[in-house]
């Protein structure tokens, strides 16, 4: 399998089940971790783009051959059975990931990993059942954020500064996540040097991030 540190984090979070599917696969890496670790009976592979999903297919051609992966070319979850226990949503814009869970249906699992907007994705994610059991930053060449959600679960109640940052990263933050903040706070300093003068909303997004940082490195 393809060796990234984004790759190993993300399978890291990925559970036994009995079908996973990876929505928007690409090459296919985390769903053949699944697989040669015995980790998933059954998978399905799918992509909008048929050139991405045939990387995946030759990559998985003996499994797929075996039965034990479905290829399916389509938008979102429309392909997908309703009965995958397990689904991977990653490298996509949250905006984009939150359209695909509402205009499908709602897995008892998923592992999100969206380029930008994670707070709609928390906020949809607690409104429809969910418990975020990890949701934190990590790096590798830029910053990403990770979500493992499981429908029905212990559900802990989120604070809007929790729905802004990350559970995890606001109670056991990392230097991952410090850096994050800090680039972020020298865009809005930047902006507001080339602005000449008073912006609102970005002087409002400093102060929180500067209290953000204060806050999460007290204990660091």
Do not use: W
Not at 10 to 26: M, S, T
Not at 53 to 82: F, M, N, T, W
Not at 112 to 136: T, V
């Amino acid at each position: 399998m393809k060796n990234t540190c984004r790759l190993r984090i993300l399978c890291g979070e990925l559970r036994p089940c009995g079908r996973f599917a990876d929505v928007g696969c690409d090459h296919g890496y985390c769903t053949l971790y699944m697989l040669e670790r015995g980790l998933c009976r059954t998978a399905v592979i799918s992509d909008i783009s048929a050139g991405s999903l045939h990387k995946a297919e030759l990559l998985l051609a003996d499994y797929i051959a075996a039965g034990r992966v479905q290829s399916v070319c389509c938008a979102g979850l429309a392909g997908i059975p309703r009965d995958t226990e397990e689904v991977l949503i990653a490298g996509m814009g949250g905006e984009e990931i939150l359209s695909i869970l509402k205009d499908g249906f709602l897995p008892p699992v998923l592992v999100l990993q969206p380029m930008k907007h994670a707070p709609k994705l928390r906020r949809f994610l607690l409104e429809s059942g969910y418990a975020i059991e990890r949701d934190y930053t990590f790096t590798d060449g830029k910053h990403y954020d990770l979500l493992r959600a499981v429908r029905g679960g212990d559900m802990r109640a989120y604070s809007a500064r929790e729905i802004e940052f990350g559970y995890d990263n606001i109670h056991t933050p990392t230097e991952e996540f410090v850096s994050l903040l800090k680039e972020e706070s020298e865009k809005c300093r930047a902006r507001l040097a080339a602005a000449g003068k008073p912006v609102p909303a970005v002087e409002a997004r400093l102060r929180e991030l500067t209290e953000v940082i204060h806050e999460v490195t007290r204990d660091l």
